[in-house]
């Protein structure tokens, strides 16, 4: 065996369950060399170099965006694979009707054969990383072995990954087991297993973000989520973002959305200049750890150290601050290209010579960039980095908001009447699909807290977690459901989005403060249209009071979805949760 990169630290100081596993994961998948990560720039520039060298990277313009890299996917290698992702525990109802399950001895079994040899000729990587700021009690660390140098770079951007996070597994003496091998990117050989017991994942066939950095949808949701039942915490679909209002008051709001429904945006809000005073932190875009404080309140962090965005629509307009971080030190994949070698997605202006897939672009095959084209970013790019992103402690929500793409029956926003309430509406979430998942888009399907493709075991027991967390809060967040897409009989969205979406949060914030009004609307409580500050905005009185509106048949109907959906988890399903509907009924009945 050669070594590309000596160990990060002397053995003796090394976990001794690491070292052992690395050799294991060695002489099963034979590779012709091994490199320890050490995370450090020199190493992830090194390693980028290699990758444009062997035309794996394509290096950008380097004068509009320097130190930028695109990178190619294979054209069946574009999105997550839930249907080829399993959860394997010994119990199949552990794992409940909302994941596919695999027996764990029959997944081990599957896999090893698939990993035998895989890494023949490649180097194999050790990435020893924490989801979480390293000196942080909340965060939990990790260790990725793969056999691709993309993937590599990608974890070096997206974790905090290297010597301070071997440190800290050696300290803390547990860690996630990671394996991943691209393989031969065969979609008949393609599997994302996750052995929650085992604390391990693994990863065969795929290169795609969503199924190869297993530090991130793999880890730090389904692994975690089962990590934080057992320790007392919640793992979630969230963002993270602080929002400072002309009181100088600052509160932190978490948000669950499925994937491409507008967290990146809400993430990194820009303030309509029509409401000044208000500033916007971002502390993540996409995950967060909740954790019940001992001053009653719930704390966050953001386990990542970079973004891993959905391009396609991003532009000075729609996302200023995201637009602005990755025109350097980013790595786009499967977006298209201009003449000048700069990279284009639908959304900007100019016109792509080159599709996502490499060919001169065609209009008749399709988009220029792929729907779920992506970019990937340190977070400390972003111009509204929250100076807490790194902290410790996290920071204290004031409210958790679900959301999700409904053309109608969800109004623009309500609130739960209380935590238990606001777990029914999490669990009742339903949205339109969109291309960051195989399979048709457009298709209303339900999404409990942004969770059905990432919660790591039976949802019944999830929500019955999401209780008994929130009776341990003495000041629990408010819990809101948004809904942004909204639109009219022609198909035209209601509201205008974006920046806009802030007055609704005001609103939000006013509640939690005792400030602001609402009315029942039997749903839940609604702000009457003149609790939402619109000052400087072109919107009809009439759109928003129909943006406010309860379709009481509507509503009765989706009440009926939700309960044959909650009822297929049987007698797990927490009893509160079919009183709580009940009353949601009789509520909505007046």
Request: with cysteine; hydrophobic share 40%; aromatic share 8%.
């Amino acid at each position: 065996m050669s070594t590309a990169s000596a160990l990060p630290m002397p053995m003796s100081q090394l976990s001794r369950a690491v070292t052992e596993w690395v050799e294991s994961v060695r002489q099963l998948t034979q590779p012709a060399e091994v490199h320890w990560c050490d995370g450090t720039p020199s190493e992830r520039h090194g390693l980028i170099a290699e990758l444009v060298h062997d035309g794996q990277l394509l290096r950008l313009n380097p004068e509009q965006f320097p130190d930028c890299h695109l990178y190619r996917s294979h054209p069946d290698d574009v999105a997550r694979v839930e249907h080829l992702t399993y959860i394997c525990t010994r119990s199949q109802a552990d794992a409940g009707p909302n994941n596919n399950w695999m027996d764990p001895q029959a997944a081990h079994a599957k896999m090893r054969e698939l990993f035998r040899g895989a890494m023949r000729g490649r180097r194999l990587y050790v990435i020893p990383y924490c989801m979480g700021p390293v000196d942080s009690p909340l965060a939990r660390c990790g260790v990725e072995i793969t056999d691709s140098a993309y993937v590599a770079v990608s974890m070096l951007i997206m974790t905090h990954a290297g010597r301070a996070a071997l440190q800290r597994i050696a300290h803390d003496g547990t860690f996630v087991r990671g394996l991943h091998s691209i393989g031969e990117l065969d979609p008949d050989r393609r599997f994302i297993m996750h052995f929650p017991e085992e604390l391990s994942i693994e990863s065969f066939g795929s290169g795609y973000g969503g199924n190869a950095l297993l530090g991130k949808k793999c880890h730090a949701l389904r692994i975690a989520s089962w990590q934080a039942r057992a320790e007392g915490w919640l793992a979630e679909h969230m963002l993270i973002v602080g929002l400072r209002n002309p009181r100088r008051e600052t509160h932190y709001i978490a948000a669950a959305f499925p994937s491409a429904c507008g967290k990146t945006n809400l993430a990194m809000l820009i303030p309509p200049a029509s409401l000044p005073g208000w500033e916007v932190f971002t502390v993540g875009d996409d995950i967060a750890w909740l954790h019940p404080g001992a001053d009653g309140r719930l704390w966050a962090i953001n386990p990542e150290a970079g973004y891993f965005g959905v391009v396609p629509g991003t532009n000075r307009q729609t996302n200023r601050n995201a637009y602005e971080m990755i025109h350097r030190d980013t790595l786009f994949t499967n977006v298209a290209l201009t003449a000048d070698d700069q990279p284009w997605w639908e959304g900007l202006e100019g016109t792509p010579i080159t599709d996502w897939q490499g060919r001169p672009y065609d209009p008749a095959r399709g988009p220029a960039a792929h729907p779920n084209s992506r970019f990937t970013v340190a977070a400390e790019r972003n111009p509204a980095c929250s100076p807490h992103v790194n902290d410790p402690r996290g920071v204290p929500i004031s409210a958790i908001v679900f959301g999700g793409r409904r053309r109608e029956v969800a109004p623009l926003v309500y609130e739960a009447r209380d935590w238990r309430h606001g777990v029914l509406v999490g669990a009742s979430m339903a949205s339109e699909t969109t291309a960051a998942a195989t399979g048709e888009v457009g298709v209303v399907r339900r999404d409990p807290m942004a969770m059905r493709p990432f919660c790591g075991y039976n949802f019944a027991d999830y929500w019955r977690h999401w209780l008994e967390v929130g009776a341990r809060l003495s000041r629990p967040p408010r819990i809101f459901q948004v809904n942004w897409f909204r639109r009219d009989l022609q198909g035209r969205f209601l509201w205008p989005g974006f920046g806009e979406n802030l007055r609704v949060l005001a609103w939000m914030i006013e509640r939690c403060g005792g400030r602001a009004g609402a009315h029942d609307g039997g749903i839940g409580l609604l702000p009457r249209p003149a609790d939402i500050d619109t000052r400087g905005m072109s919107l009809e009185p009439e759109t928003l009071r129909a943006l406010l509106s309860v379709d009481a048949e509507l509503w009765r109907h989706e009440l009926d979805e939700t309960r044959t959906y909650l009822e297929q988890y049987g007698e797990r399903l927490p009893e509160q949760m079919r009183i709580d509907l009940k009353k949601s009924a009789a509520a909505l009945a007046g």
